[in-house]
Structure formats: C-alpha cells, structure tokens
C-alpha cells in the first residue's frame, strides 16, 4: 500500500491521480473500519485474559477506560469479518432481453441485493452494486458477495466447481437440483414439483483464499436467493463465530409470502471444506 501511495504522488496525469485517490481512499478507510474491529475484539479477549476487568484492559492498552467503553460501543462487531475487510462489491447478473440494449434484473434478484446492500452498509462497509454481464466471464477483484445460480454466468458456474461439499445438477428433463456430493441426496425446489408451492431452496458458501472473501448464494429459482440471503444476515454472527477463518458451504429451504420469506429452514448444516 505504500507503494502504491508514492506511485499516486508521483502520477502527471490528473485524472488518473484523481480516480486512484478516489479508490485509494475506499481502500484507506476500510482498513481504518477494520483496525477498530480488531481492537474491539481484542478488549474483549484480553478482558477474559484478565479476569473481566475493562479497567485492567485499559491500563494494558494505554487506555482510558471511558475510551475502551467508546471503542466497544462504536467500534463494528467481529463478525463484520465473515464478508473480509472491504471496500465489497454485491455482483448480481443481468439478463438480455432481445429487443432491449440494456440489461435487466430479476425483481428477486433487486430484493436480495437491496437488502443485503443496507446490511453490509449496517457493518461501514463501502459497498458497491454490479451488474455482472452473463455473455462474459467475470471474476471478482476484491472481496465481494455473488448472486448467481451456475446457469446464469461463468461465475456461478466456478464458485461452485470450487466447492467440494455441495453442487447443482441438473437431471429429469429441466430440473435443478442442489447436490451432497458426500451422500448424493438431491434437494429439489417446490417450484418445479407437479403442484408448486411458492418456496424454493438455495446454495450458500463462503470462499476463503488469497486475502479475498467471496460469499456465494445461489438458489434453484431466483427467489431461493432472497432466503438464502435473509438467512445469511440473520444468522451472520453464528455462522462466523462458527467459521471465522475457513470455507465452508451449506443449503437452505424457504418459503414465501410475495418476496418475503415466512420460514427458512437449513437442510444441509454449514460443513467446513477441507
């Protein structure tokens, strides 16, 4: 990072400085915000070193204990860290319509991107949403949540190649299924049955590699994305107390009122990858 904050100072061309400075800066700040959870996190690990005593923690970190109270009321929580450090992106696909040049979104996927939009941005992240062009092969630069069945775009398909755990198949004519690569039991959506129901099931995972973070959901149907993703939000702070440092990928069913889910159930439990 230092060097890349001398090779700024010393650009000619102002719009180039200026367009680096901007993304420089989203860098800068989201390594502050991750500073202050760390802290957080270490007042409360060494409070437990120390007998539960915030004010031995704070003459241990040359603090004021007012400070320390600050810090653990302002400061994000620690599992702001299952989604990496940031600036994130929320990457959803577009679809092409032949009689219109520009892309268009599933109204499910614009729900499950609104809502975890404002949840990430609860946690100061400096998030961005993208339209992912299905014709193109797109890989995510930096730490990023990824809407996208394996149908959909190249990038579907090769988080999911990645995971070892589960997979999506498709079988008996045009049904989807999500898979347990470990026991092969299939889990189908209630949409595609002889009488649907309005509910569907999704893939979940989370990516771990390289100092990137990429969160992965992926229903049968668009609308298993939207479960999948209020189950993600309501659960943040287990999922990463229970998985802090690894990958791991699991599957959930939901059933819906509309676009809002009534009930999400796990059938596949959170399994680490090896």
């Given at each position: 990072?230092?060097?890349?904050?001398?090779?700024?100072?010393?650009?000619?061309?102002?719009?180039?400085?200026?367009?680096?400075?901007?993304?420089?800066?989203?860098?800068?700040?989201?390594?502050?915000?991750?500073?202050?959870?760390?802290?957080?996190?270490?007042?409360?690990?060494?409070?437990?070193?120390?007998?539960?005593?915030?004010t031995e923690v704070a003459k241990a970190f040359g603090l004021s204990?007012?400070?320390?109270?600050?810090?653990?009321?302002?400061?994000?929580?620690?599992?702001?860290?299952?989604?990496?450090?940031?600036?994130l992106d929320v990457a959803l696909v577009g679809r092409r319509i032949l009689e219109r040049e520009d892309m268009v979104i599933a109204a499910e996927d614009d729900a499950v991107g609104a809502h975890l939009l404002a949840e990430v941005e609860q946690l100061a992240f400096t998030a961005?949403?993208?339209?992912?062009?299905?014709?193109?092969?797109?890989?995510p630069p930096r730490d990023a949540i990824v809407v996208c069945g394996?149908?959909?775009?190249?990038?579907?398909?090769?988080?999911?190649?990645?995971?070892?755990?589960?997979?999506?198949?498709?079988?008996d004519g045009a049904r989807w299924y999500i898979v347990d690569k470990a026991t092969g039991e299939r889990?189908?959506?209630?949409?595609?049955?002889?009488?649907?129901?309005?509910?569907?099931v999704a893939y979940l995972s989370r990516h771990v590699r390289d100092g990137q973070v990429i969160t992965h959901i992926a229903g049968i149907h668009a609308l298993g994305s939207v479960g999948a993703g209020h189950y993600l939000t309501e659960h943040l702070a287990q999922l990463y107390a229970a998985h802090p440092e690894e990958s791991f990928s699991m599957a959930v069913a939901a059933e819906f009122d509309g676009l809002t889910p009534k009930a999400i159930d796990v059938i596949v439990p959170p399994r680490a990858w090896d």
């Open positions: 990072m230092d060097e890349e904050f001398e090779r700024l100072r010393r650009e000619p061309d102002p719009v180039r400085r200026g367009r680096q400075a901007t993304e420089l800066l989203a860098t800068y700040q989201q390594r502050s915000v991750e500073l202050a959870r760390l802290r957080r996190a270490a007042i409360e690990e060494a409070r437990d070193q120390l007998g539960g005593s915030y204990k007012g400070r320390v109270t600050q810090i653990r009321n302002s400061a994000p929580p620690a599992h702001r860290a299952f989604f990496g450090v940031g600036p961005e949403r993208l339209v992912v062009d299905p014709r193109e092969e797109w890989e394996p149908a959909s775009a190249h990038i579907g398909s090769a988080l999911l190649n990645a995971d070892p755990v589960l997979g999506m198949t498709i079988a889990f189908a959506s209630p949409m595609d049955d002889e009488t649907p129901r309005r509910a569907d």
